[in-house]
């Protein structure tokens, strides 16, 4: 470790301690010659390096200045590694991808500070930044969360949005005592695998999002009750009717997948439009 330098909770550094865990993401996560890969949360760079060997160039952002002349001392020799010190929350990604990748395919790869594993991934999601894939250690109970199927335990409102935008692996379990400082729980690598084509299309999309959402508003009401409060253009009748026919009056919000989302998106979307 860096000489004067204090890990800040606040800011998710739990640092992985040796090579064995970063060449496994980095050999998981298909860097290769052909893609650049952008890494979120460098800190000393123990993966950074690992990624560095396999991609054609590397760019890593970290939000902690402290950190910064580390790594850029650390990198001062790898001509394809590019340290940005920035919030990956503010960054222009799409800049960023075509300014350092054009020509590569683009690939994330990170070790994720867990205080904000789920906004992060919603970005990378939604920004549609067409990235090959997005590999990421996360909270084991997370990478459960994500790949729980409907009606399983753990499923909910993210999981549900984040099959809406890609297909997602568990890659393999990493224990807790491969961090400094030793996090309370074991994490997990997984594989997020963005769709070229995605396989649900509801005709209105932000309507979907609203119905996802407010279907997992609250957790132990119906189906019924739940969507009744978060649709307010339609009275709860035709939205009990339209869940009634379609899944029984007594369904729950996690009992549905994505694509009985957005199939019941497009009834009451239908309903709306024929009211407007
Ligand atoms: N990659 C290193 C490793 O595996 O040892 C560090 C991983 S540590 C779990 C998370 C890193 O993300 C820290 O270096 C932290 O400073 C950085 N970080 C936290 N929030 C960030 C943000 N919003 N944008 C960019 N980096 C962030």
Request: with cysteine; glycine share 8%; aromatic share 8%.
């Amino acid at each position: 470790m860096a000489e004067g330098f204090y890990k800040k909770k606040s800011l998710g550094q739990n640092f992985l301690t040796s090579d064995r865990i970063p060449a496994r993401i980095a050999e998981v996560c298909g860097a290769d010659k052909g893609c650049g890969v952008i890494e979120i949360g460098p800190g000393m760079g123990i993966l950074t390096k690992q990624l560095a060997l396999r991609a054609a160039k590397v760019a890593a952002i970290e939000i902690d200045s402290e950190l910064i002349p580390i790594l850029e001392e650390r990198f001062a020799d790898a001509e394809n590694v590019k340290i940005i010190n920035e919030d990956v929350m503010k960054c222009d990604l799409r800049s960023l991808i075509k300014e350092e990748f054009a020509g590569l395919d683009c690939v994330v790869c990170a070790n994720l500070p867990y205080y904000i594993t789920t906004p992060i991934l919603m970005m990378l999601l939604e920004g549609e930044y067409g990235f090959r894939s997005i590999t990421v250690m996360v909270q084991k109970e997370v990478a459960e969360r994500l790949s729980a199927k409907a009606g399983a335990a753990g499923y909910g409102a993210v999981t549900a949005a984040v099959s809406y935008y890609a297909a997602v692996k568990r890659q393999f379990t990493v224990g807790a005592e491969n961090f400094s400082p030793k996090p309370k729980v074991d994490s997990a690598v997984i594989t997020l695998t963005p769709y070229t084509e995605k396989p649900v299309k509801p005709e209105n999309e932000g309507l979907f999002f609203r119905v996802l959402r407010g279907a997992f508003a609250m957790r132990r009401k119906t189906l019924v009750n739940s969507l009744s409060s978060a649709i307010n253009e339609l009275p709860k009748e035709e939205i009990k009717s339209v869940v009634t026919e379609l899944f029984g009056a007594t369904v729950r919000g996690e009992e549905l997948d994505v694509r009985q989302f957005a199939a019941l998106s497009d009834r009451i979307n239908a309903l709306i439009c024929h009211r407007g």
